[in-house]
């Protein structure tokens, strides 16, 4: 993944997906608001807020990537949560990192850490991620015991490695493609 990419933030940058939906709009206000119900966040701007000028792209950047941090740390954990009793799987702790170069990662100690940027995918892709990262705790390692594992949480028929693929497809589309 391309480490670096920023999204061009206007008043047109909308994201709706499944887990979030946030957009930014001029409102009323004399200094930036967040307006949050739920997953839905509105990022209310003074009227006349102008992202052309120096330093607000890096501004919008740094917002969405706090609000991505602030649904994250709600949603995330909650899947994890039920998909793990669900399976019966035990886990130490989940952290939500800023990190655009693994999606998730499991700790031979159970600890699991889960990308905030998974807030942009479909929620048939975060919650393979979390499967994958919960599959781990039975398999530490890549291999075929491991993808069995995998497969039989995602319903089988090699639907795990259908979902791989498309998480790479979605990766590539998400930050090698401006």
């Not at 839905?40 to 969405?64: A, I, K, M």
Request: aromatic share 10%; net charge positive; with cysteine.
């Amino acid at each position: 993944m391309a480490a670096l990419r920023q999204f061009r933030i206007d008043y047109d940058f909308r994201i709706d997906t499944d887990l979030l939906h946030l957009r930014f709009e001029e409102a009323d206000v004399a200094t930036a608001t967040l307006h949050r119900e739920g997953t839905s966040v509105t990022v209310r701007l003074p009227r006349g807020f102008d992202f052309h000028c120096p330093g607000r792209q890096e501004w919008g950047n740094s917002v969405l990537t706090e609000v991505l941090r602030l649904v994250a740390a709600e949603v995330l954990p909650r899947r994890l949560a039920n998909f793990a009793r669900q399976y019966g799987i035990d886990y130490r702790r989940v952290t939500i990192r800023n990190v655009r170069t693994r999606w998730g990662s499991c700790s031979s100690l159970g600890n699991i850490n889960l990308s905030l940027w998974l807030m942009l995918a479909p929620a048939r892709l975060v919650d393979y991620v979390i499967k994958h990262e919960l599959a781990h705790r039975r398999e530490m390692n890549h291999s075929v015991r491991f993808w069995s594992v995998v497969d039989t949480m995602t319903g089988g028929s090699g639907t795990a490695r259908r979902l791989e693929r498309e998480m790479r497809l979605f990766s590539r589309n998400l930050w090698e493609h401006p």
